[in-house]
Each structure stands twice: as structure tokens, then as C-alpha cells.
């Protein structure tokens, strides 16, 4: 990979894209933790979490948090697909701040440093499992010290907001084929080697396409908004079975 240019060279349909997945540029106005800091003191960062959700269960605000991350990692593979590009930095460059949205507090995050940087095709299956690794498997692992959310949930977090956007990319001639070759690599289960025994999304999938599976139960565990204050039961939850 190499930079091209500084993260700040976004163009604004960029920008606008990352604000609607309560990710922004420059530092935060009420800042709470980094990446850096989960990782290495998740004891003290969930407490924050729980501050800011309400949600006053352990539990509901570990699940609440990933899939804030989960947020950030699906637009980490949208921006692969759509730009041949991801945000690389460190760990404290990617901070979590709190920040009003649609009249209620939430967890958002804000890219301080580091910068976009193009891909080369044939280093994708290793930079896509890092993805995995770095943004949901270590953030899982920081959170099950301090809460009784399983992994999966944490996993299914964050596919939930992939399938979305891979059921928009492989629906437009412009990008389906980029966006089915990143399918692929997530469905391949060496992409998974040190994560997990198999392809945890393809397992999802169960077979299906995203778009077939957008408005259907897919996930198999709750992510609890209907136990965080101001959120809803969503339309889709399995406990509805």
C-alpha cells in the first residue's frame, strides 16, 4: 500500500459519506478514548460507553460500542470497493468522541491522523483479514474482558452494516464486480486464518445473496438497541422468532 496524499484530500461526497456513518475528520469536540485505549484499558473506556448510550448494562453497551466500530470497518471495505482505498493510522489516531445525533448522545468517531492509502489488487486478502483483525476481533476480545457480549455478536454487528452496502454495490454495474471479488475474499476461508475456524461471513450468508438477506432475519444474535434508552427493538431481531 502507499499513501496518496493526505486524509484531508477528501472530496466532500467522500466526507458526506463517512459523516453518515458517524465518521468525521480532525478532533473531537468531547473526546472520550482511542482505539489505542480500548485495546489496552477496555475497563476504563466501557464505563464511558456506558455513560453516554445510558445503557447501564455491561453487556448492551459492549454490543452498543461494536457496532459503532462495526460502522467504521463496513466503510473501511465500502471505501476499498468504491475508491481502491482505506484509511490507515495509529491506533490513537482513531479516537471516540461523544457527539449529538438526531437529539440523542452517541458514540461517534474521528479520524485525527494517519491518511487514505491506495491498494494494490494483490495485496487485498491480507489487508481485508488485517481489517478483521485490527476492528473486530481485537476490539471483541477488549470487550469480552469487561462484558458478557459473545464475539458473534460483535461480528454480526458489523456485518449488518456490510451487507447493506454490499447489497448497493453489487446492485450497481459500476462497482459490482469490484464489490464481488471483496465477497469473495470474505467468504474465503483463508481470509479467516487466525480469526476464526472458517469464514464466519460466509456462514452468515448462509449461502444467500446480501440483497436476497437485506430485509430478512439473518444475524442469530441480539445486538440489544432495544435495551439501550432512545433505541428501538429493530424490525429484524431474532428473539422476534
Not at 475474499?185 to 483463508?190: A, E, Q, T, V
Request: proline residues 5%.
Amino acid at each position: 500500500m502507499r499513501y496518496n496524499g493526505c486524509m484531508m484530500n477528501l472530496t466532500q461526497e467522500q466526507k458526506r459519506q463517512l459523516n453518515s456513518y458517524s465518521i468525521y475528520i480532525g478532533e473531537p469536540a468531547h473526546p472520550l478514548f482511542t482505539l489505542k485505549t480500548l485495546r489496552s484499558d477496555p475497563e476504563s473506556a466501557l464505563p464511558l460507553v456506558c455513560a453516554v448510550s445510558g445503557a447501564d448494562n455491561p453487556a448492551v453497551a459492549a454490543s452498543y460500542f461494536s457496532r459503532r466500530v462495526g460502522m467504521f470497518t463496513a466503510m473501511q471495505l465500502y471505501t476499498l470497493i468504491v475508491y481502491e482505498e482505506v484509511w490507515k493510522g495509529p491506533d490513537d489516531a482513531l479516537q471516540f468522541g461523544a457527539v449529538e445525533e438526531y437529539g440523542k448522545l452517541s458514540v461517534s468517531m474521528f479520524l485525527t491522523g494517519g491518511g487514505y492509502v491506495m491498494v494494490d489488487g494483490a495485496e487485498r486478502q491480507e489487508l481485508i483479514r488485517n481489517l478483521l483483525q485490527s476492528y473486530t476481533k481485537e476490539v471483541s476480545d477488549a470487550l469480552r474482558m469487561v462484558s458478557a457480549a459473545p464475539s458473534l455478536t460483535h461480528w454480526e454487528n458489523m456485518f449488518g452494516f456490510l451487507l447493506y452496502h454490499l447489497h448497493v454495490l453489487l446492485s450497481d454495474p459500476w462497482t459490482a464486480e469490484e464489490a464481488e471479488a471483496i465477497m469473495e475474499i470474505l467468504k474465503d476461508d483463508r481470509t479467516w486464518e487466525g480469526l476464526a475456524k472458517e469464514s464466519l461471513f460466509a456462514k452468515y450468508l448462509r449461502g444467500s445473496s446480501p440483497s436476497l438477506l437485506l430485509n430478512t432475519t439473518v444475524r442469530t444474535t441480539c445486538c440489544h438497541s432495544k435495551d439501550v434508552p432512545g433505541l428501538m427493538q429493530c424490525g429484524y431481531c431474532p428473539l422476534k422468532r
